[in-house]
């Protein structure tokens, strides 16, 4: 007698429920690693930063003072009627259009300032610090502590993290304020005026009250912010009054912008344009184009004639300043050997390297040091990039063959869900798709979009249900089609993932991520964690309305 085979017949709606508990456990876990690498991220010299070399030479100037407005727009800067003394100053003077890099926060942007380094390695904080007592201090060399070792009296008047930040770059004095708006303005420079006609080569003046009114009074569009703005431009007019424009230097510039609704820290171009006004002694006045931040620590170091800062990725402004022939071999031959030993020590942090080619020394640097980030790039790329590629084609190829017509119903469930999201974030609350919209902290963030993706969810949830006539069809088929429906939702939801995972990697390490990118797998990743959990509650309700029909009928 023949054996009968046996059959197991493999329980599809088991392994897509227990499937929807771990998609929600891995996008929390995920979510949570995410943003802690980017709040744990350290640059890949923080632990071995390069030496400092040789001052350049003597000073050109008696004193540089630093005037950082914070959060002050390019626009609102050229606007005359709200600033005309910045204006008149900008005539006077060297002026430029400034550009940072993102992130746009003002710890990454203080110590790109003053540093020379853009955020990828200078070792700042990416995200600014919850309080005054948790701000990072300066792995890498910086303009005050060049000043320190040439024996120059450096002085710093701001807000409270200046202190945190600079504790290891030999400030001589300062003072530091928790507050943010105009009375805290106004007692930075009530401090800082003295200083202007003493022994002090180097002095920062830090006013944030554009910055405050960007937050708390209605954004850059509100009356408020000009209104700051036009108060700060006060305040700069009696500041420059104290020097002698003959003998002393002044620097206007700014950290970052702010987008139109308030707010900043992502990549929007609006953020990341800033003013740049030099003007008074050893200045060439003119307008100069463009210039980047990282080229105000290596000017203000031709200016002061002390070292260029040793992790500096940043040009002098050679053309903008009163230098013999002389002086300008001196500042050439101190950036080529600073940018020599910057290079050695980036491309040994993280074991890869690239040529660099002839031409200006700073450029050809810079761009062998990009090529040797992007060759580690690549190599690590290749295997997620396969990955992603398989995770985002497959299952539609695989619904492709199948053709049942169910599947269109849920798949309009699915779009349905990303459009009523979308409509919510974008277009009835305006935010823009970065961190610049959640200034109000990472709680936000994660309540906001949790709420708007469990909303949509439920209301996409519907038109499968009603489409199909689940409820009609017993608790069982209710039940699967709930559940069908969500899988398409994460299925959706996934692909935003899947580019940034290919593109970034599973958490931030070495280098910094591409910030649009990550975000939207940011965003991505927390409405995966919703719509699972929300799924799992809408597989239970269509059970129950699938098993009371059945009972009526």
Request: proline content about 5%.
């Amino acid at each position: 007698m023949k054996k009968r085979r046996s059959t197991t017949k493999i329980n599809w709606f088991a392994i897509g429920f227990l499937g929807l508990i771990l998609v929600a456990g891995g996008a929390y876990f995920w979510v949570t690693s995410l943003m802690a690498s980017g709040e744990s991220y350290r640059s890949p010299l923080a632990n071995k930063p390069p030496t400092p070399g040789q001052a350049v030479g003597t000073p050109i100037t008696r004193r540089v003072a630093v005037v950082l407005i914070d959060a002050l727009r390019y626009d609102t800067s050229i606007n005359t009627t709200v600033m005309p003394f910045l204006n008149e100053l900008r005539t006077q003077g060297a002026s430029a259009t400034m550009h940072s890099q993102a992130p746009s926060f003002s710890a990454p942007g203080w110590t790109a300032i003053l540093t020379g380094a853009w955020p990828d390695i200078n070792d700042s904080q990416l995200f600014n610090p919850p309080d005054a007592f948790s701000a990072r201090a300066f792995t890498q060399d910086s303009i005050f502590a060049a000043a320190k070792r040439s024996g120059l009296n450096t002085a710093v008047s701001g807000f409270a993290w200046f202190q945190g930040m600079l504790a290891n770059s030999g400030v001589d004095t300062g003072f530091y304020t928790p507050g943010e708006d105009n009375t805290a303005d106004a007692e930075v420079v009530a401090a800082a005026l003295p200083w202007l006609t003493a022994d002090y080569q180097l002095v920062l003046i830090h006013l944030d009250q554009v910055d405050y009114a960007g937050h708390y009074q209605g954004g850059p569009r509100s009356p408020n912010w000009d209104a700051a703005a036009t108060r700060v431009d006060g305040m700069l007019s009696e500041i420059v009054g104290e020097l002698d424009l003959t003998q002393d230097t002044v620097l206007v510039t700014s950290d970052h912008g702010q987008i139109d609704r308030g707010g900043h820290g992502g990549p929007e171009p609006i953020t990341l344009v800033e003013p740049f006004v030099l003007a008074g002694a050893a200045v060439i006045p003119g307008n100069y184009g463009d210039v980047s931040m990282v080229d105000i620590a290596p000017t203000l170091a031709a200016l002061l004639g002390t070292n260029i800062p040793a992790t500096n990725q940043g040009h002098v402004l050679s053309n903008m300043l009163v230098l013999t022939s002389g002086q300008e071999t001196a500042i050439q031959a101190a950036l080529k050997s600073q940018q020599s030993q910057l290079f050695s020590d980036y491309s040994s942090a993280i074991n890869s390297t690239a040529i660099v080619a002839n031409g200006e020394i700073v450029s050809a640097t810079q761009e062998a040091m990009s090529q040797a980030r992007l060759a580690r790039l690549g190599s690590e790329r290749i295997w997620r990039n396969v990955l992603a590629a398989l995770l985002a084609i497959l299952p539609g190829y695989l619904l492709l063959l199948r053709r049942d017509k169910k599947s269109l119903w849920f798949l309009a469930g699915a779009v349905l869900y990303v459009g009523l999201f979308n409509l919510r974030y974008a277009v009835i609350d305006g935010l823009t798709y970065s961190l610049a919209s959640f200034n109000q902290g990472a709680t936000y963030l994660l309540t906001y979009n949790a709420t708007t993706a469990a909303a949509a969810v439920i209301l996409a949830w519907l038109v499968p249900m009603f489409g199909l006539r689940a409820f009609q069809s017993g608790p069982r088929k209710a039940a699967e089609t709930a559940l069908a429906y969500t899988w398409f939702t994460l299925y959706l939801l996934a692909l935003p993932i899947l580019l940034s995972f290919s593109i970034n990697g599973f958490t931030i390490i070495w280098t910094l991520p591409e910030w649009h990118t990550l975000f939207l797998g940011l965003l991505s990743l927390v409405q995966s964690l919703i719509a699972s959990l929300v799924g799992l509650f809408l597989v239970g309700v269509a059970a129950g309305v699938g098993w009371l029909n059945a009972r009526r009928a």
